[in-house]
């Protein structure tokens, strides 16, 4: 943390070629229970920070996007293929970090469930946290304090 108490935050990828860096608090964390997260993730949920591009610095700077779907790009390390980013543009200017690839992800909780209708149906989360069935773009366009 900076001398003027700006927290900042880390990450990698997986071989460590990208490096992420984030200037001041995210403006959410949240769960994606939806199909394309967990298929982009590999996980059976996906976790996301979400920050404003210019909180964000990435090194090297992000390439070209993947999109496999209209008005969703994504991002992974050209090396290791670990998923590095995301944006929709449902969520205007925020870009959505996978949480895994954060280094402080034990301090970032996510503040509620998106997508929740398509939780794996093993897959148990007792956190009381609000859930959403769609997107949860409501909450998400409305950065927490
Ligand atoms: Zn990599
Ligand atoms: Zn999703």
Do not use: E, K
């Not at 990450?11 to 200037?23: N, P």
């Not at 591009?53 to 996007?65: D, I, T």
Request: overall charge neutral; glycine content about 8%; aromatic content about 8%.
């Amino acid at each position: 943390m900076p001398s003027d108490g700006t927290p900042v935050y880390s990450g990698r990828c997986y071989c460590g070629a990208v490096r992420l860096h984030v200037t001041g608090p995210p403006q959410s964390v949240a769960y994606c229970h939806c199909s394309d997260c967990r298929r982009w993730t590999g996980a059976p949920v996906g976790a996301f920070v979400a920050v404003a591009p210019a909180q964000l610095r990435v090194s090297p700077p992000l390439g070209a996007p993947f999109s496999a779907v209209p008005g969703v790009d994504r991002w992974r390390c050209d090396r290791c293929g670990s998923p590095i980013a995301a944006r929709f543009d449902y969520l205007p200017d925020q870009i959505y970090l996978p949480i895994g690839v954060m280094d402080q992800a034990d301090a970032l909780p996510p503040a509620l469930h998106c997508h929740s209708a398509s939780q794996l149906s093993w897959l148990h989360l007792t956190d009381g946290l609000p859930r959403n069935d769609g997107s949860g773009r409501d909450m998400l366009n409305d950065p927490m304090p």
